[in-house]
């Protein structure tokens, strides 16, 4: 059962393209699992009507709950990319007619295009929001970014963010059994221009960009494979992916700690 508890006051409806959550592959859901992300679709799009809300599931293990919360939730971002593009395409229309086909004017259109991007375009109204997927070990991510690799959405961007003990492939740092000193020692090496894997990320990224290597879905050892083959560092190629990500999976000490 889902409880939804008013703490201030209830927004306008968003007016949102809103789409059902495609379901995996080939095999049919159990009951449990269709009401399990019945109630996560649900749950997403009510605390889109309210302010300073969050929303608790809770259900029994084995029922699809990774899935549901991926799905429930990447489905809900594609709503807001939809509106996005309308929004987008109303704004370019309406530039456009500001200016008469009898005299066309292109700086008057650049304005009017400059005007639409900074208002409408460009509020934050209308960003797609990032998802951010937070557990508690980095094997219960892995596990997550497996599951998003053979839903409908294994087409979008992710990123996970990850430790040096899990992202660094610095032999000198890897000898090192202290976590805080292999921190030490990478932001030394890094400062200092002596670490190889770091230096080679620029001149990686000018010759191929990172996405395009990389494809949509990344996991940590999909970094670290690419790492060792291209000779780059892992660690700052993840944050390198985390701009453009539509998804982050991340723990949740990262969220929680201010530093």
């Not at 209830?10 to 495609?22: F, G, N, Y």
């Not at 095999?27 to 889109?48: G, N």
């Amino acid at each position: 059962m889902v409880e939804f508890v008013q703490y201030r006051k209830e927004k306008e409806q968003p007016s949102i393209i809103r789409q059902t959550p495609k379901c995996v592959s080939q095999t049919e859901s159990e009951a449990q699992e269709r009401e399990l992300w019945s109630s996560c679709d649900e749950t997403i799009y009510q605390l889109e009507c309210w302010t300073n809300q969050n929303g608790v599931l809770e259900s029994p293990t084995g029922t699809g709950k990774t899935l549901s919360l991926l799905c429930a939730s990447l489905a809900w971002q594609e709503s807001h990319k939809a509106q996005v593009e309308l929004n987008k395409q109303t704004g370019l229309a309406a530039a456009l007619s500001s200016s008469t086909l009898q005299s066309v004017d292109l700086n008057k259109i650049s304005q009017s295009l400059q005007t639409a991007t900074g208002s409408s375009w460009g509020s934050s109204e209308f960003l797609v929001p990032r998802i951010i997927y937070a557990s508690r070990t980095h094997s219960q991510l892995s596990q997550a970014v497996q599951e998003l690799k053979r839903t409908a959405y294994s087409h979008v961007k992710s990123s996970v963010i990850g430790s040096r003990e899990q992202l660094c492939i610095h032999q000198q740092v890897q000898k090192l059994t202290n976590n805080t000193a292999k921190v030490h020692m990478c932001r030394a090496k890094v400062t200092a221009r002596n670490c190889h894997f770091y230096n080679n990320i620029e001149e990686f990224k000018k010759k191929s960009e990172v996405r395009k290597v990389l494809g949509s879905v990344v996991d940590i050892e999909d970094l670290v494979k690419t790492g060792h083959k291209t000779k780059t560092c892992p660690y700052y190629m993840a944050r390198e992916l985390k701009s453009d990500s539509d998804i982050v999976f991340m723990p949740y000490n990262y969220l929680l700690d201010q530093k």
